[in-house]
């Protein structure tokens, strides 16, 4: 069965011919970017095109496999030739116990979770099935393709040259993608509709003011505009530092790409670019990596505080209320919704209801729909519990707390903005997920970037002062006299 997401869910599509050509030939255009580039390269451009480029929500079910789209394809499109074809290996598990036993839990608990929601939810003429064994096979085997990016940035995005490169990627990107995106601000989004044959979304949604936020080939305006944010932030880095982005300098990159970014029509990405752009080009990136840091303590603290009921509402509320009646309406409208899933969590809260909607809300006599599900966390907590939660955040958040361990390390000062930006885009990328739910497998390689550099500069120093320690206690015995 071949499905889509709309603003009301799951509908049946009919994508054109063209959309499963250019989704399944994937595999064919990653082994050509793996014998032009160098391997860290390569999996940069693999992964980032494949989510500029394939079409958004066409999905095509197949038995035992989750669900093959333009995240799990190229996941496993990349692994398998690092694996097969350049023979490199690929390590399943982080150094870091703690990384380790986090992603353990992401993939392990998705197991137990099909396993104790056997029985079906039934709500008047709803109906939906029990979650069998089949169903725990397929969720740890869609944990493991999601993923796959962390495990791939782990290995070959380890050094300071690789960081620049993701850097440089994300900005020349975001150059090459702004000439459609502006063609769609000028036309409406319609190169979607041309090229794949429908739609992905709800289009009224990308109609802002007397204009349009572009799409593309992302599935929504606001998923282009975060991405174009990111570019932002990536050509402030390179601005200063000193280097070129492709046929621009630094500056003039980022003074495009925020033209650019103000014409996507989104207010928080914006605000975003406008208040991380400067921090990165004038900030120490000690300052750069503790805002990072602040911002995943953010995103996890934020479903604890409304798990317990702790998160200001009625003052946010009533402030917002002061100054933009909408606004306030859409918050009151957010926290509605988040409560009615929260109750309906917190009936499974260690595990969750698992996937297929079990973790909406039905109304028990027509089987309407009454949720809405914006934010990651909210879906997370529903589908995999508070375990599957921390497990996901978690695995997202560390490597940006564990960047402040890995600038100590550092000595050039260049590195250190490098790995500063790099923190500072998966810490945005991280809280973005409070809100919406831009999950992609780019946040997961970013993040299997930084923890990478982490380890190859902590267990590097750690096997140096074993070697210097070893020869301390050697050298006498050598130059005792024979006798």
């Not at 939810?121 to 089949?134: D, F, S």
């Not at 973005?432 to 902590?458: C, F, H, I, K």
């Amino acid at each position: 069965m071949f499905t889509s997401l709309s603003e009301f869910g799951v509908v049946l599509i009919n994508p054109n011919w063209f959309a499963y050509l250019a989704l399944f030939s994937w595999p064919l255009v990653t082994i050509a970017i793996y014998q032009r580039l160098p391997i860290g390269k390569a999996t940069l451009w693999s992964i980032l095109a494949a989510y500029f480029l394939l079409p958004a929500g066409t999905t095509v079910d197949l038995p035992l496999l989750p669900p093959l789209d333009k995240s799990t394809i190229p996941n496993m499109a990349a692994y398998l030739v690092c694996l097969f074809i350049k023979g490199k290996r690929v390590p399943l598990l982080p150094k870091d116990r703690i990384a380790r036993w986090l992603l353990v839990i992401y993939v392990v608990s998705t197991f137990i979770t099909a396993s104790i929601n056997p029985e079906p939810i039934i709500a008047g003429p709803t109906y939906i099935k029990g979650m069998e064994l089949y169903d725990a096979l397929s969720a740890v085997i869609r944990q493991g393709l999601f993923i796959l990016p962390f495990l791939l940035g782990l290995a070959f995005l380890r050094t300071a040259k690789d960081h620049e490169d993701m850097l440089k990627t994300l900005a020349v990107a975001g150059l090459l993608y702004s000439l459609p995106m502006l063609l769609e601000v000028r036309l409406s989004p319609q190169l979607h509709v041309w090229i794949y044959g429908y739609f992905p979304h709800s289009f009224l949604q990308q109609m802002r003011g007397d204009g349009f936020r572009p799409v593309v080939f992302m599935g929504h305006g606001l998923l282009v505009a975060f991405s174009t944010m990111t570019s932002v932030i990536a050509a402030t880095a390179l601005w200063r530092i000193g280097r070129r982005v492709k046929w621009l300098s630094g500056g003039q990159a980022t003074a495009y790409l925020m033209a650019v970014l103000l014409l996507c029509k989104s207010m928080a990405a914006f605000l975003y670019a406008v208040t991380l752009a400067p921090l990165v080009r004038y900030g120490k990136p000690k300052q750069q990596i503790r805002v990072a840091s602040i911002l995943v303590l953010i995103a996890i603290f934020y479903p604890v505080l409304r798990g317990l009921d702790w998160f200001p509402s009625q003052i946010i509320y009533d402030a917002a209320s002061s100054f933009s009646p909408d606004r306030a309406q859409s918050f009151d409208f957010r926290i509605r919704n988040e409560d009615m899933l929260l109750n309906k969590a917190n009936q499974r809260p260690l595990f969750g209801w698992g996937t297929w909607g079990r973790n909406r809300v039905f109304h028990p006599e027509s089987g309407k729909d009454l949720s809405v599900t914006d934010g990651r966390w909210v879906i997370t907590i529903g589908q995999f519990g508070w375990i599957g939660l921390f497990a996901e955040f978690g695995l997202l958040a560390l490597p940006v707390l564990l960047s402040a361990r890995t600038l100590r390390y550092l000595k050039d000062p260049q590195e250190a903005v490098v790995l500063g930006a790099v923190a500072l885009i998966l810490g945005i990328n991280v809280l973005d997920l409070v809100p919406n739910n831009p999950m992609s497998p780019w946040t997961w390689l970013v993040a299997g970037a930084l923890m990478g550099r982490y380890e190859q500069l902590l267990y590097s120093k750690r096997t140096q002062s074993a070697a210097k320690h070893h020869v301390k206690y050697t050298r006498p015995i050598q130059d005792e006299p024979a006798v």
